[in-house]
């Protein structure tokens, strides 16, 4: 049985609070030790036989596979947006092992049959894994719940009908109701429709200059509001999508201290951009929920370090450059997320002092895996060997035309940033490595 | 004429924009110059013979998006007398339900070799994306709630005209300031070029964050009309109303209409003025509107001036590369 050894990294993984110079062994796909790294060994080769291979990670960390619970892979339905066989590749450089995909597809992903085919697909790629989220309505509709049951049987970790709220407070109460059978959350887009009615950006001192019609912060708050009250009524597991602003951080903040069963997510993008990002209607930074102000990224910033925002989550919404070339008002809200959202967690929170190493790699793997409650997110012995090895000081300018995903929509072109995937491994099996890596292999 | 008299200064700064896409990017000197060049303009047509040579064998695109009868045909009328030719086309607001984009309009349209763009579109902002992507020189004459700057420049040039100055003047805007993109090219052009600006509405037509905007605000009409020299009436659409922005017509026109009793105790030479359509009998009393103080009329004379004058200038830039293309 052929082995692999990650030798001479710095190792971080939270769920078993390591951080330090480990190699990392794998074998059979599983993670088969931690080992404290040999001192004095050189060129990380020691103990080498036929049957070993060596990743020299040395001045690299090394963590488990991220986890994106919020994914758009457009796959049935806008092949031409993105396929799960492209999203996989833009996962797998961005060093996510595991990605949720999103059910707002053309047909959604509201019954069982759909859900066999998004996952077929993912098989055929074999890059990285995907689950799936599943609608909470019938064509997320927002009418009619769908078969919870025989969607988790078909492997659902989770429902939303994303791209949508559940406007319906009766509905909301009864899908958080319901799916306490099966202990997983009820994943909630939440915007109060009437609220942003034909809004295109963040409502503030931005969309008044440039006359934009704006979507008030309130548009997201009052539905946390009434959805944290839900949960508390029904007992039921709320996990508020993409949070945005301050006064949503506050309310989670209040409801997590009064015990209400309560997890959230937030963007790359929301930690690092404010609605200044449209400048002069850049229709690369229109986005749902919008880029906000100052304050409100602080306030994410601040939630995310002290364990209120429990996950950072992609929202990888690729798009067409025609689309995006559109009307700013015509533009489709989304950004092309998965490539740039180590890069930009780096640069925001680690090179800003915001966060911990260790900190954000729990945001990004074992907490995510806990709220999709899979067995990944961690290096303990045994479980599957998903691995990113991430050089932290390599400077990169983002250029969209290199991009695996089809969405080349990011307000971060040209931006310098640090942080780069160098490789990543699924299941003990090497899906991804940097063209500067694999330079160094050849050496 | 009183505008711009020998007394004033000469601007000898040259005009360097390809486009004019709106006034917030302008300087106080580069709206003098326009207003300038415009005075020039207004006596060519006072003559018989109200045609000159300034940009013969130039082609002028009027593309309205959304429908207008007095700024295209101004710009129209600008552009036949300065001997360029025009084109006219109505366009949908948005060909993407055919699969074209507005980008694909203008590439065709730039095979033709246009020189210059007059665009009008009901989303803010088409005028600035389509000026990025092309050669020709890009005039914005109107683009949803952002900027209507043309507009702005002739009641600029309307007041220069009557008042004889612009700085130190009490300006006040009445009525949906939210919506209006000729509120928003006045508030800029206007404080550039040192006006009190006061804006006068209900808070639900008030926009939000107006920190930045260093003009007055008030709910109060008659806080507005006492001690301005101008008053600027924007016209309230029908939609307000069903949008829940204004309980009703009547009841704003009893809260913000002008009629005479209210204009009675504004100065005795306040001047009024809208940039039309009116809506007569809501926010503007025909008595008023067609009074002694109204120069909506000469608004729409010195229009044609100012877009002569506006179409000179970026004629004479027309050519330059566009913006360097970001993506």
Redesign the interface.
């Known amino acids: 049985m052929s082995k692999l050894v990650i030798a001479g990294g710095r190792v971080i993984d939270p769920a078993n609070k390591t951080d330090g110079l480990f190699d990392v062994v794998i074998e059979a796909g599983k993670i088969a030790e931690v080992r404290p790294t040999a001192s004095g060994s050189k060129s990380g080769r020691n103990g080498t036989s036929a049957d070993t291979s060596v990743i020299d990670a040395r001045g690299r960390i090394v963590a488990p596979g991220f986890i994106d619970l919020h994914t758009h892979l457009r796959e049935p339905g806008r092949e031409d947006k993105e396929t799960i066989d492209t999203g996989l590749h833009a996962a797998v450089r961005g060093g996510f092992t595991t990605v949720c995909a999103m059910p707002n597809t053309e047909p959604a992903i509201d019954e069982p049959g759909v859900v066999e085919q998004v996952r077929q697909a993912a098989r055929r790629a074999g890059l990285a894994d995907v689950q799936v989220i599943g609608a909470v309505t019938i064509g997320r509709q927002g009418k009619e719940l769908t078969s919870f049951g025989e969607l988790f049987d078909a492997g659902c970790v989770g429902l939303s009908d994303d791209g949508s709220p559940v406007s319906d407070s009766l509905l909301m109460r009864r899908a958080l109701e319901y799916a306490r059978i099966f202990n997983r959350p009820i994943i909630q887009h939440a915007e109060d429709l009437k609220l942003v009615v034909g809004g295109v950006m963040h409502?503030?001192?931005v969309?008044?200059?440039?006359?934009?019609?704006?979507m008030p912060s309130a548009a997201e708050s009052v539905i946390v509001a009434r959805d944290l009250a839900l949960a508390e009524l029904t007992g039921g597991w709320l996990h508020v999508a993409h949070i945005s602003c301050a006064q949503t951080v506050d309310l989670v903040r209040q409801a997590k201290r009064r015990g209400i069963r309560v997890t959230c997510e937030v963007t790359p993008h929301h930690l690092a951009l404010t609605d200044e990002a449209i400048g002069?209607?850049d229709t690369r930074a229109k986005v749902n929920p919008p880029l906000r102000t100052d304050a409100d990224r602080l306030a994410l910033i601040e939630a995310l370090a002290d364990g209120t925002i429990d996950a950072i989550a992609t929202d990888h919404a690729p798009h067409t450059?025609?689309e995006k070339?559109?009307?700013?008002?015509?533009a489709p809200f989304g950004i092309s997320g998965l490539e740039t959202a180590l890069a930009v967690c780096v640069t925001e929170l680690i090179e800003a002092k915001r966060l911990t190493w260790p900190q954000l790699i729990e945001r990004m793997s074992c907490s995510p895996a806990k709220i999709a409650r899979l067995p990944v997110g961690t290096f303990s012995v045994g479980s599957q060997a998903d691995v990113v090895i991430l050089d932290p000081d390599c400077r990169g300018t983002v250029q969209?035309h290199t991009f695996c995903s089809k969405g080349r929509n990011t307000p971060f072109?040209?931006r310098e940033l640090t942080g780069a995937v160098v490789a990543t491994i699924a299941q003990g099996r090497t899906v991804f490595q940097s063209s500067h890596a694999r330079a160094e292999a050849h050496r | 004429m009183t505008a711009l008299s020998p007394a004033q200064e000469v601007i000898t700064a040259p005009w360097v924009r390809k486009d004019l896409l709106g006034l917030w990017e302008l300087s106080a000197e580069e709206i003098r110059l326009v207003l300038q060049t415009a005075s020039s303009f207004r006596e060519v047509s006072e003559r018989s013979i109200k045609k000159v040579p300034a940009l013969r064998g130039k082609t002028v695109v009027n593309l309205f998006f959304e429908p207008s009868t007095r700024t295209r045909t101004s710009f129209e009328l600008a552009a036949k007398r300065l001997s360029a030719d025009i084109i006219n086309i109505t366009a949908q607001a948005s060909s993407l339900s055919k699969g074209e984009t507005v980008l694909d309009t203008i590439r065709n349209l730039e095979a033709f070799n246009v020189d210059i763009l007059v665009i009008r579109h009901g989303s803010a902002g088409v005028p600035a994306a389509i000026a990025r992507q092309s050669r020709a020189s890009v005039v914005n004459a109107g683009d949803g709630s952002h900027e209507h700057p043309t507009q702005a420049l002739l009641d600029m040039f309307t007041i220069m005209d009557k008042k004889g100055k612009i700085e130190g003047l009490n300006v006040s805007i009445i009525g949906d300031i939210a919506h209006s993109r000729v509120a928003r090219s006045n508030v800029w052009g206007l404080t550039k070029l040192g006006a009190h600006v006061t804006l006068c509405g209900p808070p639900t037509l008030m926009p939000q964050h107006l920190d930045s905007w260093g003009a007055r605000v008030t709910f109060d009409v008659e806080e507005a009309i006492q001690g301005a020299d101008v008053l600027m009436l924007l016209r309230i659409q029908h939609e307000r109303q069903e949008a829940s922005l204004i309980p009703n017509l009547r009841e704003y026109r009893l809260r913000y209409g002008l009629d005479a009793t209210r204009l009675a105790r504004a100065k005795p030479d306040v001047l009024v003025m809208h940039p039309g359509p009116i809506n007569r009998g809501v926010e503007l009393d025909s008595q008023v509107a067609d009074g002694p103080n109204s120069v909506i009329l000469e608004q729409v004379t010195n229009g044609l001036a100012v877009r002569m004058a506006v179409l000179y200038l970026v004629a004479g830039q027309q050519g330059k590369p566009a913006m360097p293309e970001e993506r």
Do not use: I, K, N
């Not at chain 1, 969309?207 to 704006?214: E, V």
């Open positions: 409502e503030g001192a969309s008044t200059r440039l006359g934009l019609r704006g002069d209607f450059d025609w070339d559109a009307e700013f008002d015509a969209p072109a040209g």
